[in-house]
């Protein structure tokens, strides 16, 4: 096999191996074991040495079976669990935790298919991973309790049984710290030159002890038409775990699964040169494998995110999700979710281009609708990628358009590379894991590429195709492989004479369609229109709420646009998600915090969907599910959902949705409601310490208390908000009474939440405002809640609040500013708190700071996470990320006009530069707000600002211009030709329509 690789399907549970030597210690003592269940599950056990867990899932959630232990574990062992049962797919977990039963470690088996005859499951020490707590010490060393777990997939089984046990373990010699060298009867095959061997009928190798491996690195010079692979652990009586057939030789990498053993024969007639071991990692993960050959490969041979960190984009249609392509900034299309990609090849004269060879120019539609591109350049060719989505949202449609141009009379060849790699990177692995997309066979029957299932229908006719097997290499119209390391290679031959444009196009389903589209006529016309009929769908669907900065300003508007518009493709149906890959969830936060992002643009439809969607996924008891997906709603308690949902159903109504349409959901949101109010009274009792008084008790709805649930002001900052949104809920019902017990609730939990966050910095001697009560730890990103969204301004103690944004400021953003380094850019939300605080400069510079860092810039998008270096390969979550997204618009509207809720104000141009007067007008479009529309306009006048406001109603108090935000403090003010005396320096206008003049020279 040149360049090519083998991977064995032969491993029970995921690489533990099943074994008849049994353990000689038993590891749980034989009393019963004890059944437990997330809500809505239903759990029971039976058996003590023995144990039998019965579950049944109605949804989302796990079942449980758990037993002490006094496992003091020695540096090398064996644990064996028997395992038998019914109920296929779901996760399989064994825990294991210490005496604080805080920390937690794993065995974790994913999609583990239970069968009633059994198998063994055989642990090491190095298939224990940590899995959390806040231990600093990972290491495991034993545990004071087991849990044996079943978790709900989205395909598992929603009932089942399983039967552990008696579970065995044995101590075992540590392993040994010296090296052990590879030895061999053929000695050329370990002497380090793969040049040169010794032809042999076969070849065995001896590793000097038992080593744990994961498969071979073979090097032929003259490869057997069939050999096999076979281990031993005493070099008499071997068991085979391969058969190769075919291989065309060169460097075979067979990958073996997870192997302990000694010694290793290579059975076939033929001259192997050199021979070496894989690493674990490699026989278990694909993209373990793909990653050692584009390690040895030349760069540009294999997708860049198998070596470095790679960026992407999104190709989808509105309400589409999961259902979209992605395109990366090499300009490879990824066929779908978890799907193969397209990766196009140049071949100019003797020249090999791929894109580690040519420049690469991203690029973005100039209306800045969701239309990315790239661009390749060199040798005198200029090549753009132009993907785009198109049809029904739950059965959508991708076509790409390779558009090629030459500067010179050549010929090129195009090759477009069918490769069973994603777009999405190895490092993304939550929900929908990155890297190998397994193609098991390809073929070509007339203009259609098969690709296991899917279709890529070539509407450009091809000059060749020829299909690969990784193993055996080219086969010519189709290829096979059961390791699902199949690939294809689509050659065009393109005539380019000077200034003339030849395309290439395919298209392909993103939604598990087979049909074709219509294509009438010309197929480069029909692209064309498809094309058109997108941008005006994009158009309609972005509403007429804009806003548009002059030219030379920073890409405010720019990423504000798209960043409405990535929302909505990742939207899923009904459902808003934060990715269309790692984040292919709902989560109430998001949801909520992205709702009114689109309340604000206009799209009450989708956001009053959302809301309809979710509220009907609680949970009998009241509770707020924290997200929704496949397996339906997650029952983890995460206290900020609570608060969550009434808060969205109290703003739907106060930005126009009739409460005819939240009256049915009102069950929902008062039983959230009450359940929270449930979780305050727990902390309300006499020895609750101050700082914890009347707070939601600990969860981790906040990643950064993944370790270990904690008293998170974040909790209590939505909780809060949800009391308010309920109490307007209810008052638009007609509850009045009900009205009036949640106000009053909300301003006595108001109270218990100011008073613990002055108790919490005393606690610590801080005169910041901690990001949880019971750590004292700093997070300004989370505190920003208790500013934003419809918080109060008196909700935060003034001096805290302003110390804990001047440390944030000096002691994050300006050393960050010298010395980069990584973080999430949910930062953005401190934007928002800096506009509050009257200080526009800030915000702007941290913007400044911020646009720096999206990626690709030329897509005004973020990740969940920036990077440093650039390119070292880490997890970035979704790239654009919608919750980041979300962030970032609602903070570049706060620029422009936020809500002051408890004075019932619209402030204007917080964070507006009146440099940017000078480069052109600037317009604020429909911006819709609780009382309609607002439309603003700011011009420079000589030397003055113009303000144009035009709305439909004032808000009650008014509109607000902080005036020394914009201009100096004695600067004139006239209104509708009127002199306006300031309060603490701010006009108040409360009149729907106003012309605002800033300045001494009118």
Known sequence: MRGHLSIVVLILAAGLLATAVAAQNALVTPTPWTAGASEGVTSKARGGETARLDYGFKGAGYAFIVQDLDFAAPENFVIDIPVKGEGAGNDLQIKFTDASGDNVWWVTRPAFVPTPQGTVLRIRPRHIDFAWGPIKDRAFLGGKRIEVVVVKTAKGAASGWLEVGPIRWRAEAPEPKTAAPLKADVKAVVDGDARTGTPAASVTLDLSRARAFGGLKLDWG?????????????????????????????????????????????????????????????????????????RTAPRGDYPRGLTEQAYWTVVGVAQGGPRAALLSEDGVVELGPERPSLTPVLKVGAKRLTWAQVRLVQGMDAERLPLPTVEWQGEGVQMRIAPLAFGESNAPYSLVRYEMRSNAAQTVRLE??????????????????????????????????????????LLTRPKDF????????????????????????????????????????????????????????????????????????????????????PAGAPPIADSARLALAYQLILLDGDWLK??????????????????????????????????????????????????????????TPENDSNGQLPWLAGELIRFGVAPAEIAPYWPQVSGAIAYQEGLRQANLTPQTEARYRGLMPPSISHEGYSDKAAYSYWDNFWALKGYRGAAVTAQALGKTAEAARLTAQGEAFARDLKASILATAAHYGQEVVAGAADRGDFDPTSTTMGLTSGAHTDDIPEALKRQTFERYWTQTL???????????????????????LKQPERARQ??????????????FQWGEVVTVPYRQPLFIGDL????????YLRVALDMFAYERAETAQMVLLSGFDAKWAGLGETRLERLHTPWGTLSLTVTKVGSSLKINIDSDTAPPGGYVVDVPSLMRRDVRVRVDGRPMALHNGEAIVKTAKAEIILGDDL
């Open 222 to 294: 003259k490869v057997p038409a069939l050999y096999t692979v076979a281990v031993s652990d005493n070099g008499r009586r071997f068991r085979e775990l391969r058969r190769v057939a075919g291989s065309d030789g060169g460097t075979d990498y067979v990958a073996l699964g997870e192997v302990d053993a000694r010694y290793v024969r290579v059975n076939g007639q033929g001259q192997l040169n050199e021979a070496a071991l894989l690493p674990l990692e490699i026989g278990l993960k694909p993209n373990a494998l793909l990653t050692e050959l584009a």
């Open 880 to 887: 654009p990320h919608g919750w980041v997204e979300s962030d």
């Open 814 to 836: 300006m050393p960050r500013r010298q010395t980069p380094n990584s973080y999430t850019p949910y930062e953005l939300r401190n934007v928002g708190a800096f506009l509050r």
């Open 416 to 457: 477009l590379h069918v490769q069973p790699m994603q777009v999405n990177p190895p490092a993304q692995f939550l929900t929908r894991p990155g890297g190998y997309a397994p193609i098991r066979r390809l073929s070509l029957e007339g203009d259609t590429v098969s690709v296991d299932d899917q279709p890529l229908w």
């Open 846 to 859: 941290a913007l400044t700071m911020f646009f720096a860092d999206q990626a690709p810039k030329a897509w």
């Open 578 to 635: 934060p990715g269309a890959r790692s984040y292919d969830r709902s989560w109430i936060r998001d949801g909520a915090m992205m709702s009114e992002g689109l309340l604000r643009m206009g799209l009450r439809k989708e956001a009053l969907a959302y809301f309809k969607a979710y509220a009907p996924m609680s949970f009998e008891t009241g509770k707020v599910p924290c997200c929704v997906d496949a397996r339906g709603a997650d029952p």
């Open 466 to 549: 020829t299909a690969s097997g990784f193993l055996i290499g080219p086969q010519g119209a189709s290829a096979s492989d059961t390791d699902g390391l199949a690939s294809g290679v689509i050659g065009y031959e393109l005539n380019l004479t000077p200034g003339e444009a030849q395309s290439v196009i395919v298209a392909f389903p993103l939604g598990g369609q087979t049909v074709r589209p219509t294509i009438a006529g010309d197929v480069a016309k029909w692209a064309e229109t498809q094309a058109e009929s997108v941008r005006a769908d994009w158009r309609q669907r972005l509403g007429d709420t804009r806003l548009v900065l």
